[in-house]
């Protein structure tokens, strides 16, 4: 529970019905009260299991179905948990594209106030920085998605202007060196990739560790940046890694 959310996991042995018994029976004992219309449920397992979840929408063959009103995600439909987009197959730059029409929207209101410069500047951190850097931190931001927010900042500033007086680039740059200290979005896309320590990358760590050369001592093993070494970042051994991992190997 976090917040006004709850994410509750059920084995496949469990019955629906008995949760929503339970929900209701807190409920009443506490005063709160839970929006069940508004339940969403990822099946997760084998292909096979989630498929005959959505055809019978049945945990298990003894168990009742699921009320209509309550929302099965089917593969590739992303599900909105504590600020992120999960989901079986989800196509991650399609979930970015609802958070760029709205800071696109909100960027166009702003303008037509007209503000200066200094004004866009801020308009810039707190529309474009403050609307993308939760998920950017919880999912990353695939480079097309980062070109074409980069993209409607220029736009912002400038306008349609084919030539702008000044590179976008330039303004990036602190006032004593000629800019403005306009947010830079690949930078701060590095940043947050570089601070992350997410529980799921001491796996990584591992994963890593098992492509080191043969005669590695194994205290050289606590920590892949750390190394003596260098993890492969192409070829047939650094295919064993998943792609973000890879990504950030190559980053180094």
Same mark, same amino acid.
């Given at each position: ?13 469990? =019955? ?6 339970? @929900?209701?029976?807190?409920?009443? /004992?506490s %005063?709160?009260?839970?929006? $069940?219309? #508004?339940t ?6 084998s ?44 196509d ?21 106030? =007209?503000?200066?410069?200094n004004?866009?500047? @801020?308009?810039?951190?707190?529309? /474009?920085? %403050?609307?993308?850097?939760? $998920?950017? #931190?919880a ?40 800019g ?37 001592k ?27 991992q ?7």
């Amino acid at each position: 529970m976090f917040a006004d959310d709850t994410t509750i996991y059920l084995k496949k042995s469990d =019955n629906y019905n008995d949760l929503e018994a339970i @929900l209701g029976s807190w409920c009443q /004992a506490s %005063g709160a009260k839970f929006n $069940l219309e #508004k339940t969403e449920i990822i099946p997760i397992g084998s292909q096979k299991h989630r498929d005959e979840i959505l055809l019978t929408r049945k945990l298990n063959p003894e168990s009742p179905p699921i009320k209509q009103s309550v929302n099965i995600a089917k593969d590739g439909q992303p599900i909105r948990s504590l600020g992120a987009w999960i989901g079986n197959k989800v196509d991650n730059p399609a979930t970015w594209e609802q958070v760029l029409n709205k800071v696109n929207k909100a960027l166009m209101r702003w303008k037509e106030g =007209n503000p200066t410069l200094n004004g866009k500047r @801020l308009i810039v951190q707190m529309i /474009a920085g %403050g609307m993308t850097q939760f $998920l950017t #931190k919880a999912q990353g931001m695939p480079e097309n998605i980062e070109n074409s927010l980069i993209s409607t900042i220029r736009k912002f500033i400038w306008g349609e202007v084919k030539s702008p007086p000044i590179g976008i680039e330039h303004l990036y740059k602190p006032p004593h060196e000629g800019g403005i200290n306009l947010l830079d979005i690949k930078s701060r896309n590095l940043a947050i990739e570089i601070t992350k320590r997410a529980p799921w990358t001491f796996v990584t760590d591992i994963l890593i560790n098992n492509l080191k050369p043969s005669g590695i001592k194994s205290n050289e093993d606590l920590n892949t940046f750390l190394h003596l070494w260098s993890p492969p970042t192409q070829g047939t051994r650094a295919n064993t890694l998943p792609n973000e991992q890879k990504k950030k190997l190559q980053m180094q």
